[in-house]
């Protein structure tokens, strides 16, 4: 079921205001009704006060329906005991507000009578029973989403796969060279999968589940033989069901995407609301983090992002700890801090491992921010990724590479034609190029030594004596006083930026 705490948070990413009263957010909501006039009288659990002249006009109409909450959009405010009051802000059209509330409510009721996206474990059981085998439910591409009881004599596969959460990928790469996925995607009809013994696999009947032409994922029934008569019949039959499992469920996680998603980007791009549309999405009120994450597969670039987005946004409800949005072709994520900071980190790499091999994914994380520092989070996020694509290794945090991100900056001006053709160290460059000198890397190394021949001397691996006779040198060339600090320090941001 639904229940009004739910309701609220999607709301709230339509600037709906909530004034809850009494009424307790773990109240369950099963029916939404309209006002209607003189006649039978109607019951329901949330109430669309169209038309309502006030908020107390909305209220009382809400009572008399026996609601426990009411949408009403009108001037001035109220406030009842027995009655969860959301006011919607004039310019959300009533039709848009309508087919969210009644999809939500619908979803919920549909899922507490056993026909709703959560049950399809009790789906898979009934149509395992039926054909008398043990089987999983995937997606399209291959991520486990139920499977029936039964793994006594699971064969190493079927193991593999419910442990994984995901059909093993050498597996999926025979798979591919056989034509398998070409022929779940190209027809309709179950077909056989003799065993292999290099998986120890014992054979599958598999079927794709589609609506229309879109496949939206597959049942693999263990079985040594092909399936025939009555259970092959219960397996195409039971495709379309999970078909209908699938579509709802869909549907409802699209649903929160859209809501979630236009409320992050209102977040990073900034808004004067800021804390108060981080707390509608269901974040804490202390430290947050913007996490900028860019997946990568050479021959399917679209599909890695967006299967980013849907493990980022996976689940139902609002049990996640961070909250995404797609941006052209980066993920964002906006995250509480922990107080160990590994929490970012953590998420990076659980959503590296459920993405396929093949892809390669990028991230960069800020530093702590307030609701209100979002915008400079998400810049920070963006130049910590740009710096894990270009050095690798581990994802970069703000807090602690602000320095190469300094430098990165300085490298960038310097590469879009801002920085210096003129001048000391554009003087040395040419004449370590026209005479095969090391006046450079001489001038760089005593700099970072802070003016110790002797520390140069070990950097560079020559004597110190070359050190002091390559700086009278340099000196001539590039006609700097190096005894000016200042001139020391323009010369340390120059070549750091090289």
């Not at 879109?214 to 079985?223: A, F, I, K, R």
């Not at 001048?423 to 370590?432: I, K, Q, S, T, Y």
Request: a negative charge; hydrophobic letters at 45%.
């Amino acid at each position: 079921m639904i229940t009004l705490d739910r309701l609220v948070n999607v709301l709230g990413g339509y600037g709906v205001v909530s004034r809850l009263g009494a009424v307790p957010r773990s109240t369950e909501l099963r029916s939404v009704v309209l006002p209607e006039p003189p006649g039978p009288k109607v019951a329901g659990d949330v109430l669309l006060a169209l038309g309502a002249a006030s908020v107390a006009d909305g209220i009382r109409l809400a009572r008399d329906v026996g609601a426990t909450a009411v949408l009403v959009r009108a001037d001035g405010s109220a406030d009842a005991d027995d009655v969860a009051v959301l006011q919607v802000e004039p310019t959300v059209p009533w039709s848009e507000l309508a087919a969210v509330v009644y999809g939500l409510v619908l979803e919920g009721r549909e899922t507490e009578s056993g026909r709703g996206p959560t049950d399809l474990f009790a789906l898979a059981d009934t149509l395992a029973d039926a054909i008398g085998a043990p089987l999983t439910i995937e997606d399209r591409h291959s991520n486990l989403l139920a499977y029936s009881r039964g793994q006594v004599d699971a064969d190493p596969v079927r193991t593999q796969t419910i442990l994984g959460r995901r059909a093993p990928e050498s597996l999926r790469r025979r798979f591919v060279e056989r034509g398998v996925y070409a022929r779940l995607m190209a027809g309709e009809d179950p077909f056989f999968i003799p065993a292999e013994d290099e998986s120890g696999m014992r054979g599958r009947m598999v079927v794709a589940v589609r609506v229309g032409r879109e496949l939206l994922g597959s049942v693999w029934v263990s079985t040594p033989r092909t399936l025939r008569g009555a259970a092959r019949r219960a397996l195409a039959d039971g495709a379309r069901t999970v078909a209908l499992h699938l579509l709802r469920s869909r549907a409802s996680a699209d649903l929160e995407r859209q809501v979630e998603s236009e409320a992050v980007i209102r977040l990073l791009e900034g808004t004067p609301d800021a804390a108060s549309l981080a707390s509608r999405l269901g974040l804490p009120p202390g430290s947050l983090q913007v996490i900028a994450v860019r997946p990568r597969a050479e021959t399917e670039p679209h599909t890695a992002l967006l299967m980013a987005f849907e493990q980022a946004t996976a689940g139902f409800g609002w049990s996640r700890p961070g909250r995404s949005a797609v941006v052209e072709n980066i993920v964002y994520t906006v995250l509480p801090l922990d107080a160990a900071h590994d929490a970012a980190r953590s998420w990076v790499a659980a959503l590296a491992d459920a993405l396929p091999e093949s892809a390669t994914l990028w991230a960069g994380i800020s530093g702590p921010a307030t609701a209100d520092e979002l915008v400079a989070a998400r810049r920070e996020a963006d130049e910590c990724l740009a710096l894990h694509e270009a050095a690798g290794g581990d994802p970069p945090r703000y807090d602690e590479c602000w320095d190469d991100i300094l430098l990165q900056r300085l490298r960038a001006a310097a590469g879009s034609g801002r920085g210096p053709t003129r001048g000391p160290v554009a003087e040395l460059l040419r004449h370590d190029e026209d005479n095969g000198t090391r006046f450079v890397v001489t001038l760089r190394a005593w700099l970072e030594a802070q003016g110790d021949a002797a520390g140069a001397a070990e950097i560079l691996g020559v004597h110190e004596n070359t050190v002091r006779n390559r700086l009278r040198k340099l000196i001539r060339v590039a006609r700097v006083d190096l005894s000016d600090p200042r001139k020391r320090m323009a010369l340390m941001i120059e070549l750091a930026a090289l």
